[in-house]
């Protein structure tokens, strides 16, 4: 992890969309991150060629891979998708899957089946077309795989009624949620 002053984050961005929704949430906190001087690394998932973990050997290297190195050592994960069909974006969908590599070969038996170092934050920035009262279980549902990697500190921002491009805009709540939420991870 890095420096206490400095706090390092990691952001997957996991919208096929350049410059929608979720990006302008996922901007939002970098620009405060960059505030408060902290090491970002900032991956757009759709400009990454990279395979899901089912199809790749413990060794494999491809363009997620770096993300996956930064993710060892950040202080912070930011996760950013889209709601398509029910879910996460299958690009965020994919890049999780490879988490499983932070998992120790026991991990099941193990009573620290992590190999990522303890008190990371993550951060779960989502959009949805839909109304609130959808959707806002996802942190819950991949909540076991989240508690076997140790990523027990989680927070959500979602920001619901978005479908078109800059919708966003037009809920300054989520963004100031956002701002707020990484102001206090950084300090």
Known sequence: MSDPKQKSIVVLRGSPRANGNSDKLADRF????IGAQSVLHDYALRDLEFLPFGEVVDDHQDQ?????????????????????????SGLLKGAID?????????YLTNPEPSKLPSGKHLVLLQTQGEGEERYGALLEQYGPGLDKLGLNERHLVRACGVRELDDILAHPTALQQVEQLAKRLTA
Do not use: H, W
Request: hydrophobic share 45%.
């Open 64 to 88: 997620l891979s770096p993300a996956l190195d930064d993710i060892y050592q950040a202080d912070i994960i930011v996760l950013t998708t889209p709601i398509y069909f029910c879910n996460m």
């Open 98 to 106: 490879r988490f499983f590599g932070f998992l120790k070969s026991d």
């Open 30 to 33: 970098c620009e405060v991150a």
